[in-house]
């Protein structure tokens, strides 16, 4: 899609405003599939987390995706967009034993995380089919933060503790049907995310009834230009051999697993917000939009850059301005960045905001969370209204009035 496109629909939906290219979500859906299609039996769980609307879990069902899930919400959204049970994963972390009986209750594939969970459940159903996220403690992500691999992070079951986990499924007698692990968003290096599978390969061996390995996501986009990526092609050439060949070897064709959603979303998403200030200071010039980190928190919170440009003024000479919001305390988008000149009112397009961006925006300022849009065969579909007053309002209970006189 095209910057005028992107302006039309600001124009027609107003700002700010998140829009999702259709297409870039299926190229980049084959893409993946493609790079692996020397594996005969490939699943794709899009990580719903990334991008929660359900006119996206819609469009990812019918390209034949199936959902990895964090919580049963997540679950009950995946449902209500029409996805199959058995095509649910449900991979939480840290969550009662109540919520994961419930989601098992719904058909759904568990993988369980923690020792202490895992006796519980397969004392109590041994015989439910059970995946196991195996911590390979390999450093790999971009963040401190999302880099969920390393010897103390709190994901997975280390693989240090594999005779532990061996003696539990023993004793409780429960089924293994997969083994599971996610190191973290942002793999720069095939070389670190092969030695990690090779823990996975490695711990694969102490269970005999095995059916499909889950090697997680954390496949990095590029975020400006001329940044790294991740090679999927050459991770597909790689691993799909190594793959294929410990099939061989365990003696039964497995299924492969991923479940990207940073991969699939991230550069389908473009975020449009006006200028409402231009403000120039001794030092700096700074462009005041209509929104702020309650929309999109990644700069704020990771320190990732999204590149901007003000499409409403594409070829004009470029300068220098750090992007703010309108929250009242530090709310910076970018720092003294190159965009072509800004003038109030015109629209600036933040790239890459398909991941992590709405799904984790707030109320924050008692501010309204944006409309979304689909970029769909050449036209916009709204996907979700941008909030009203009564979505502030709902659920809260004023004090009778009786109270508030005295
Ligand atoms: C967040 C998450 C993913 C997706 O990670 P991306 O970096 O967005 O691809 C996959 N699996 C699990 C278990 C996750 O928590």
């Known amino acids: 899609m095209q910057s005028k496109d992107l302006v039309h629909l600001a124009q027609q939906y107003g700002s700010p405003l998140y829009v999702y290219d259709a297409e870039k979500i299926k190229s980049q859906y084959n893409r993946l599939s493609k790079a692996f299609s020397k594996v005969n039996k490939l699943r794709i769980n899009y990580a719903m987390k990334a991008l929660s609307n359900v006119a996206i879990l819609q469009l990812l069902r019918e390209m034949g995706s199936g959902l990895d899930t964090v919580s049963i ?19 939480p972390n840290g969550v009662s034993l109540e919520e994961i009986e419930e989601v098992n209750a719904m058909g759904v594939q568990i993988n369980i995380d923690n020792l202490s969970i895992l006796e519980q459940f397969g004392t109590k159903y041994p015989n439910v089919p059970v995946c196991i996220r195996i911590n390979p403690h390999v450093m790999a992500g971009g963040n401190a933060n999302i880099s969920v691999g390393h010897i103390d992070s709190k994901f997975g079951i280390s693989v240090h503790q594999l005779p532990h986990l061996v003696r539990i499924v023993e004793n409780t007698k429960m089924n293994i049907v997969g083994i599971h692990m996610h190191t973290g968003s942002d793999i720069l290096d095939i070389e670190v995310f092969l030695y990690a599978a090779e823990i996975l390969f490695d711990a694969a061996k102490s269970f005999k009834n095995l059916e499909f390995l889950d090697f997680g996501s954390g496949f990095k ?10 090679d999927i092609e050459e991770l ?4 799909s051999k190594r793959f294929n060949a410990f099939c061989t070897e365990y ?27 231009v403000k120039q200071t001794t030092s700096t010039v700074f462009a005041g939009i209509d929104s702020g980190f ?13 590149h901007i440009e003000n499409i409403s003024n594409p070829k004009g000479k470029e300068r220098f301005y750090s992007v703010v919001g309108y929250i009242c305390e530090t709310d910076t988008f970018a720092n003294n960045r190159r965009i072509s000149e800004i003038k109030e009112g015109d629209i600036l397009c933040f790239r890459n905001a398909g991941a992590y961006c709405f799904s984790m925006a707030s109320n924050y300022n008692s501010r309204y969370k944006p409309a979304e849009v689909l970029w769909m065969n ?3 579909h709204l996907i979700r209204a941008h909030e009203t007053f009564e979505d502030l309002m709902k659920n809260q209970i004023p004090l009778p009035t009786a109270v508030n006189a005295e």
């Open 251 to 277: 003696g039964k064709e497995l299924t492969l697993i991923f479940e990207p959603g940073k991969f699939l979303v991230s550069e389908a998403g473009f975020f449009l917000a006006k200028v409402n200030v």
């Open 236 to 239: 597909g050439k790689k691993l």
């Open 378 to 380: 050449g036209e916009g």
């Open 294 to 306: 309650n929309h999109l928190i990644r700069p704020m919170l990771y320190g990732s850059q999204h």
């Open 221 to 230: 986009v590029p975020y400006k230009k001329d940044d790294i990526e991740t």
């Open 73 to 91: 919400q997540e679950v009950m959204l995946g449902l209500h967009a029409g996805y199959e049970p058995d095509k649910i994963f449900y991979t």
